[in-house]
């Protein structure tokens, strides 16, 4: 969940109203918050860097508010404010509007067909006559990190420019240019730089804060611009805004573009950011519109403001949420979440204005849960179900257990290993080409460590060995948990399996004692050793991961289960094991039936 930093005077300077810690944590929990931390910006620099850097740092208290994660219009104060208002019955919810330029036409941004390569969309709106200073402008940029680092996927899927209107002329153009073609000064820079050498530049230690989205575009052909119409760089985006139209507590007058590769996003971005700022105009809560061309030439305007209804039935509300209100009531309710109502003249359905604010309100059930929250859960009743059942762990499971038991009383410590591997712990490890194992790959792993799901338990007991050499021989290990395999019959592709694996890893081998241990787990399941199909025994196979000659398939009822053998010299190598081992590899669900 985000977490919202906001310091109480202002908060309850902007409420009209002052609680204590206590009270202000209920209210709160009431809307659906979390108050996590009452601290100071002495107390975190004291935490964080020192005491001795908070000599000089303010005491004045803040709150730390967990929202979550898909309220972004509560991301800032002055979301927080208008919420809290409205849940508080102090105000009614706020109506936004699209309004024209009160002198000339509307601003163009023009989209250039390049911009296809690596960020196609862009939308943009105009905050005019706003009344900024240091505190406001503060919160401003504070919110546009915030949807940076949430909805926008740190810039990947949207990235926010916003400038000094008056430094610029329209109309714009959204362009994708060759890096070395771009040149402009960024923000707080002094001088020129292309696209390239920018790219150079943000690599260097003072730059962090900006290095983890070099990767969005820097392999690129073309990297994305806005110009003005005396090509002026407005912003590279998604790295940075150009100087030329930085934005200061004197600005009076806001142009804002956001690039995308989702459209949805965009708009979503666009609509939560014009609306917590627009207070601030002299005519509050209106945006000016702003036109989109496309390469097509089609003509889009933005922000959208878009208001929608939803109908819900009342008798669906009571039910959910587990009260029998009436209409009036739940709709009363609603209106308290920033929802405006309005019952039908039957009174059976409710029909609900969601304003352009709450793009978390995707289905009725969402509004369903609003009527719960602003109800207050704890004055709900407790009621006895209406139907009873009997619980009981699946036999899956039950077996799981059972035989974790039985393998650790037969001297074998159990380990827990990772369910994602690399690709050569899957295959080349084991001496198995990468293309003959039924791996599920991971599309865009972090790391070389992470590429697969495991498709054996084998390689995380032998990497736990490993790094436990130290330790007494003999080293016996185990492991049953689930392995992911590819499957055609499956609907996702893929399907778990559960295995059991034990190893025996000491100066000799200790094949005879993992032919002990399988000769307990199936005396427990009742299963006889037969060669005649109606039990289970051992029959000779060969596999490039075992030594030839000492590997065994384990079969039950005519069916093979499992391999019990001694690991090939060259997988021991692999894993940096200088001792024999032996291994028990087997499916569990067979002894289930």
């Given at each position: 969940?985000?977490?919202?930093?906001?310091?109480?005077?202002?908060?309850?300077?902007?409420?009209?109203?002052?609680?204590?810690?206590?009270?202000?944590?209920?209210?709160c929990?009431?809307?659906?918050?979390?108050?996590?931390?009452?601290?100071?910006?002495k107390e975190?620099?004291?935490?964080?860097?020192?005491?001795?850097?908070?000599?000089?740092?303010?005491?004045?208290v803040?709150?730390?508010?967990?929202?979550?994660?898909?309220?972004?219009?509560?991301?800032?104060?002055?979301?927080?404010?208008?919420?809290l208002?409205?849940?508080?019955?102090?105000?009614?919810?706020?109506?936004?509007?699209?309004?024209?330029?009160?002198?000339?036409?509307?601003?163009?941004?023009?989209?250039?067909?390049?911009?296809?390569?690596?960020?196609?969309?862009?939308v943009?709106?105009?905050?005019?006559?706003i009344?900024?200073?240091?505190?406001?402008?503060?919160?401003f940029?504070?919110?546009?990190?915030?949807?940076?680092?949430?909805?926008?996927?740190k810039?990947?899927?949207?990235a926010?420019?916003?400038?000094?209107?008056?430094?610029?002329?329209?109309?714009?153009?959204?362009?994708?240019?060759?890096?070395?073609?771009?040149?402009?000064?960024?923000?707080n820079e002094?001088?020129?730089?292309?696209?390239?050498?920018?790219?150079?530049?943000?690599?260097g230690?003072?730059?962090?804060?900006?290095?983890?989205?070099?990767?969005?575009?820097e392999?690129?052909?073309?990297?994305?611009?806005?110009?003005?119409?005396?090509?002026?760089?407005?912003?590279?985006?998604?790295?940075?805004?150009?100087?030329?139209s930085k934005?200061?507590?004197?600005?009076?007058?806001?142009?804002?573009?956001?690039?995308?590769?989702?459209?949805?996003?965009?708009?979503?971005v666009?609509?939560?950011?014009?609306?917590?700022?627009?207070?601030?105009?002299?005519?509050?809560?209106?945006?000016?519109?702003?036109?989109?061309?496309?390469?097509?030439?089609?003509?889009?305007?933005?922000?959208?403001?878009?208001?929608?209804?939803?109908?819900?039935?009342?008798?669906?509300?009571?039910?959910?949420?587990?009260i029998?209100?009436?209409p009036?009531h739940?709709?009363?309710?609603?209106?308290?979440?920033?929802?405006?109502s309005?019952?039908?003249?039957?009174?059976?359905?409710?029909a609900?204005?969601i304003?352009?604010?709450?793009?978390?309100?995707i289905?009725?059930?969402?509004?369903?849960?609003?009527?719960?929250i602003?109800?207050g859960?704890?004055?709900i009743?407790?009621?006895?179900?209406?139907?009873?059942?009997?619980?009981?762990?699946?036999?899956?499971?039950?077996?799981?257990?059972l035989l974790?038991?039985?393998?650790?009383?037969?001297?074998f410590t159990?380990?827990?290993?990772?369910?994602?591997?690399?690709?050569?712990?899957?295959?080349?490890s084991?001496?198995?080409?990468?293309?003959?194992?039924p791996?599920?790959?991971?599309g865009?792993?972090k790391?070389?460590?992470?590429?697969?799901?495991?498709?054996?338990l084998?390689?995380?007991?032998?990497?736990?060995?490993?790094?436990?050499?130290?330790?007494?021989?003999?080293?016996?290990?185990?492991?049953?948990?689930?392995?992911?395999?590819?499957?055609?019959?499956?609907?996702?592709?893929?399907?778990?399996?559960r295995?059991l694996?034990?190893v025996?890893?000491?100066?000799r081998?200790?094949?005879?004692?993992?032919?002990?241990?399988?000769?307990?787990?199936?005396?427990?399941?009742?299963?006889?050793?037969?060669?005649?199909?109606?039990?289970?025994?051992?029959e000779a196979?060969?596999?490039?991961?075992?030594?030839?000659?000492r590997?065994?398939?384990?079969?039950?009822?005519?069916?093979?289960?499992?391999?019990l053998?001694?690991?090939?010299?060259?997988?021991l190598?692999n894993?940096?094991?200088s001792?024999?081992?032996?291994?028990?590899?087997?499916?569990?669900?067979?002894l289930?039936?």
């Open positions: 969940m985000p977490t919202v930093d906001v310091k109480r005077d202002e908060l309850f300077a902007a409420l009209n109203q002052t609680f204590t810690d206590e009270e202000f944590d209920e209210l929990f009431e809307f659906g918050l979390e108050l996590d931390e009452v601290t100071s910006e975190m620099i004291s935490k964080e860097q020192g005491s001795d850097r908070a000599v000089n740092a303010s005491e004045d803040i709150y730390k508010i967990d929202v979550p994660a898909n309220r972004y219009d509560l991301l800032c104060i002055e979301g927080l404010v208008q919420a208002q409205v849940f508080l019955r102090k105000h009614n919810a706020v109506q936004y509007r699209r309004v024209e330029p009160v002198e000339g036409q509307r601003h163009r941004i023009v989209i250039h067909p390049d911009t296809a390569k690596v960020r196609p969309h862009v943009g709106a105009v905050l005019r006559n009344s900024l200073d240091a505190t406001r402008l503060k919160s940029i504070k919110l546009q990190d915030k949807l940076h680092q949430n909805i926008c996927r810039r990947t899927l949207v926010i420019g916003t400038h000094d209107l008056d430094t610029l002329e329209g109309p714009f153009s959204f362009e994708a240019l060759p890096p070395d073609d771009i040149i402009f000064t960024p923000l002094t001088k020129d730089f292309t696209g390239r050498q920018l790219m150079d530049h943000y690599k230690p003072g730059y962090l804060h900006l290095k983890p989205y070099l990767q969005i575009i392999d690129k052909p073309v990297f994305p611009v806005i110009y003005d119409k005396n090509r002026v760089v407005l912003s590279m985006p998604p790295i940075i805004n150009g100087d030329h934005m200061t507590a004197n600005t009076r007058n806001v142009f804002i573009e956001c690039t995308a590769t989702d459209l949805t996003k965009a708009r979503i666009l609509n939560t950011l014009v609306a917590m700022f627009s207070m601030y105009c002299k005519e509050p809560f209106t945006v000016e519109a702003v036109d989109v061309q496309l390469v097509d030439g089609t003509v889009r305007t933005y922000p959208d403001l878009a208001y929608r209804t939803e109908t819900v039935p009342v008798e669906s509300i009571n039910r959910k949420v587990g029998n209100e009436t009036e739940l709709s009363s309710v609603l209106t308290r979440m920033c929802l405006t309005v019952l039908s003249e039957d009174k059976k359905t409710i609900v204005t304003p352009p604010t709450r793009a978390d309100v289905h009725a059930c969402d509004i369903v849960e609003d009527v719960a602003a109800y859960y704890n004055n009743e407790f009621v006895l179900p209406g139907t009873c059942t009997i619980g009981k762990q699946l036999p899956m499971n039950k077996l799981t257990d974790r038991m039985e393998v650790a009383q037969a001297g159990e380990a827990l290993t990772f369910t994602l591997c690399s690709r050569a712990d899957v295959s080349t084991l001496n198995h080409p990468i293309e003959s194992v791996a599920v790959h991971i865009n792993p790391t070389l460590e992470f590429q697969v799901t495991r498709t054996t084998l390689p995380g007991i032998l990497k736990t060995i490993a790094s436990n050499r130290n330790v007494a021989l003999p080293l016996k290990l185990f492991e049953i948990s689930d392995v992911v395999r590819k499957d055609e019959t499956a609907d996702v592709g893929a399907r778990n399996f295995q694996c034990a025996h890893y000491g100066k081998p200790g094949f005879e004692i993992m032919h002990g241990l399988l000769d307990r787990l199936m005396q427990l399941r009742e299963f006889q050793c037969s060669k005649d199909g109606s039990g289970y025994c051992l196979s060969s596999d490039p991961t075992y030594f030839p000659g590997c065994a398939s384990v079969m039950l009822k005519g069916t093979k289960i499992g391999t053998a001694v690991l090939h010299p060259d997988v190598k894993f940096e094991l001792l024999p081992c032996a291994v028990l590899d087997m499916a569990v669900e067979p289930l039936h």
